[in-house]
Nanobody, 115 residues
Framework: QVQLVESGGGLVQPGGSLRLSCAASGMIFSISDMGWYRQAPGKQREWVAS???????NYADSVKGRFTISRDNAKNTVYLQMNSLKPEDTAVYYC?????????WGQGTQVTVSS
């Protein structure tokens, strides 16, 4: 079955950086569109960034210029490089895969931006 496992979350000071990883299995990664979403306490889950199977990227306005999504098809992994982090970036970050007309989700990784 499809599995998505996120890693790389943690506590970071404002202005700092983190890189999230999402390792995929049980799917044909190279033909899947991938995305990152986040959910802050008391808020709905929101889209952050996405990358198509052809490596076309898109970003939410709130992270444009600070976050970079990328993929390594040889490693079945998608990344989210987060720079210039702000307290409002604090959330659980989820990896999402769109494969064979179905959306799959990881378990999430906590990112906390605080001094």
């Amino acid at each position: 079955q499809v599995q998505l496992v996120e890693s790389g979350g943690g506590l970071v000071q404002p202005g700092g950086s983190l890189r999230l990883s999402c390792a995929a299995s049980g799917m044909i990664f190279s033909i899947s569109d991938m995305g990152w979403y986040r959910q802050a306490p008391g808020k709905q889950r929101e889209w952050v960034a996405s990358i198509t199977s052809g490596s076309i990227t898109n970003y939410a306005d709130s992270v444009k210029g600070r976050f970079t999504i990328s993929r390594d098809n040889a490693k079945n992994t998608v990344y989210l490089q987060m720079n210039s982090l702000k307290p409002e970036d604090t959330a659980v970050y989820y990896c999402q895969a769109h494969f064979a007309r179905v959306d799959y989700w990881g378990q999430g990784t906590q990112v906390t931006v605080s001094s």
